[in-house]
C-alpha cells in the first residue's frame, strides 16, 4: 500500500485500524526518490496505491475504494 499526498500519515492511521496482516505501508506526504514513492506525489492530492508483486492498481483517493481494489485483488488469486 502506497500512500502519497498532505493527508498520508491520516489515511495511513485509517487503515491500521483495521487488521490487514499481509499489507505493508509505505506513506509519504512529500515528494520522495524512494523507489515505491518515485513520480507518484501530486501537489495538494492525496492517492491511495493498492500494489501487489510489483504492480500498482489506479490510484483511489479513499480509503474505502483502496479497501475494495484490496478485496477485489484478492477474490481474482
Keep these: 500500500m502506497v500512500i502519497v499526498g498532505p493527508e498520508a500519515e491520516n489515511e495511513t492511521i485509517a487503515f491500521?485500524?483495521?487488521y490487514y496482516p499481509n499489507?505493508?505501508?509505505q506513506a509519504s506526504?512529500?515528494?520522495s526518490d524512494l523507489?515505491?514513492?518515485k513520480d507518484r506525489f501530486f501537489e495538494g492530492e492525496t492517492y491511495?496505491?493498492?500494489?501487489?508483486?510489483r504492480v500498482c492498481l489506479q490510484?483511489?483517493?479513499s480509503v474505502k475504494e483502496a479497501i475494495k481494489q484490496m478485496e477485489s485483488w484478492e477474490?481474482?488469486?
Design 29 to 31: 506526504k512529500t515528494e
Design 23 to 25: 499489507v505493508l505501508f
Design 35 to 37: 523507489p515505491l514513492l
Design 75 to 77: 477474490n481474482e488469486n
Design 59 to 61: 490510484p483511489v483517493e
Design 16 to 18: 491500521q485500524k483495521e
Design 48 to 53: 491511495i496505491y493498492v500494489c501487489q508483486n
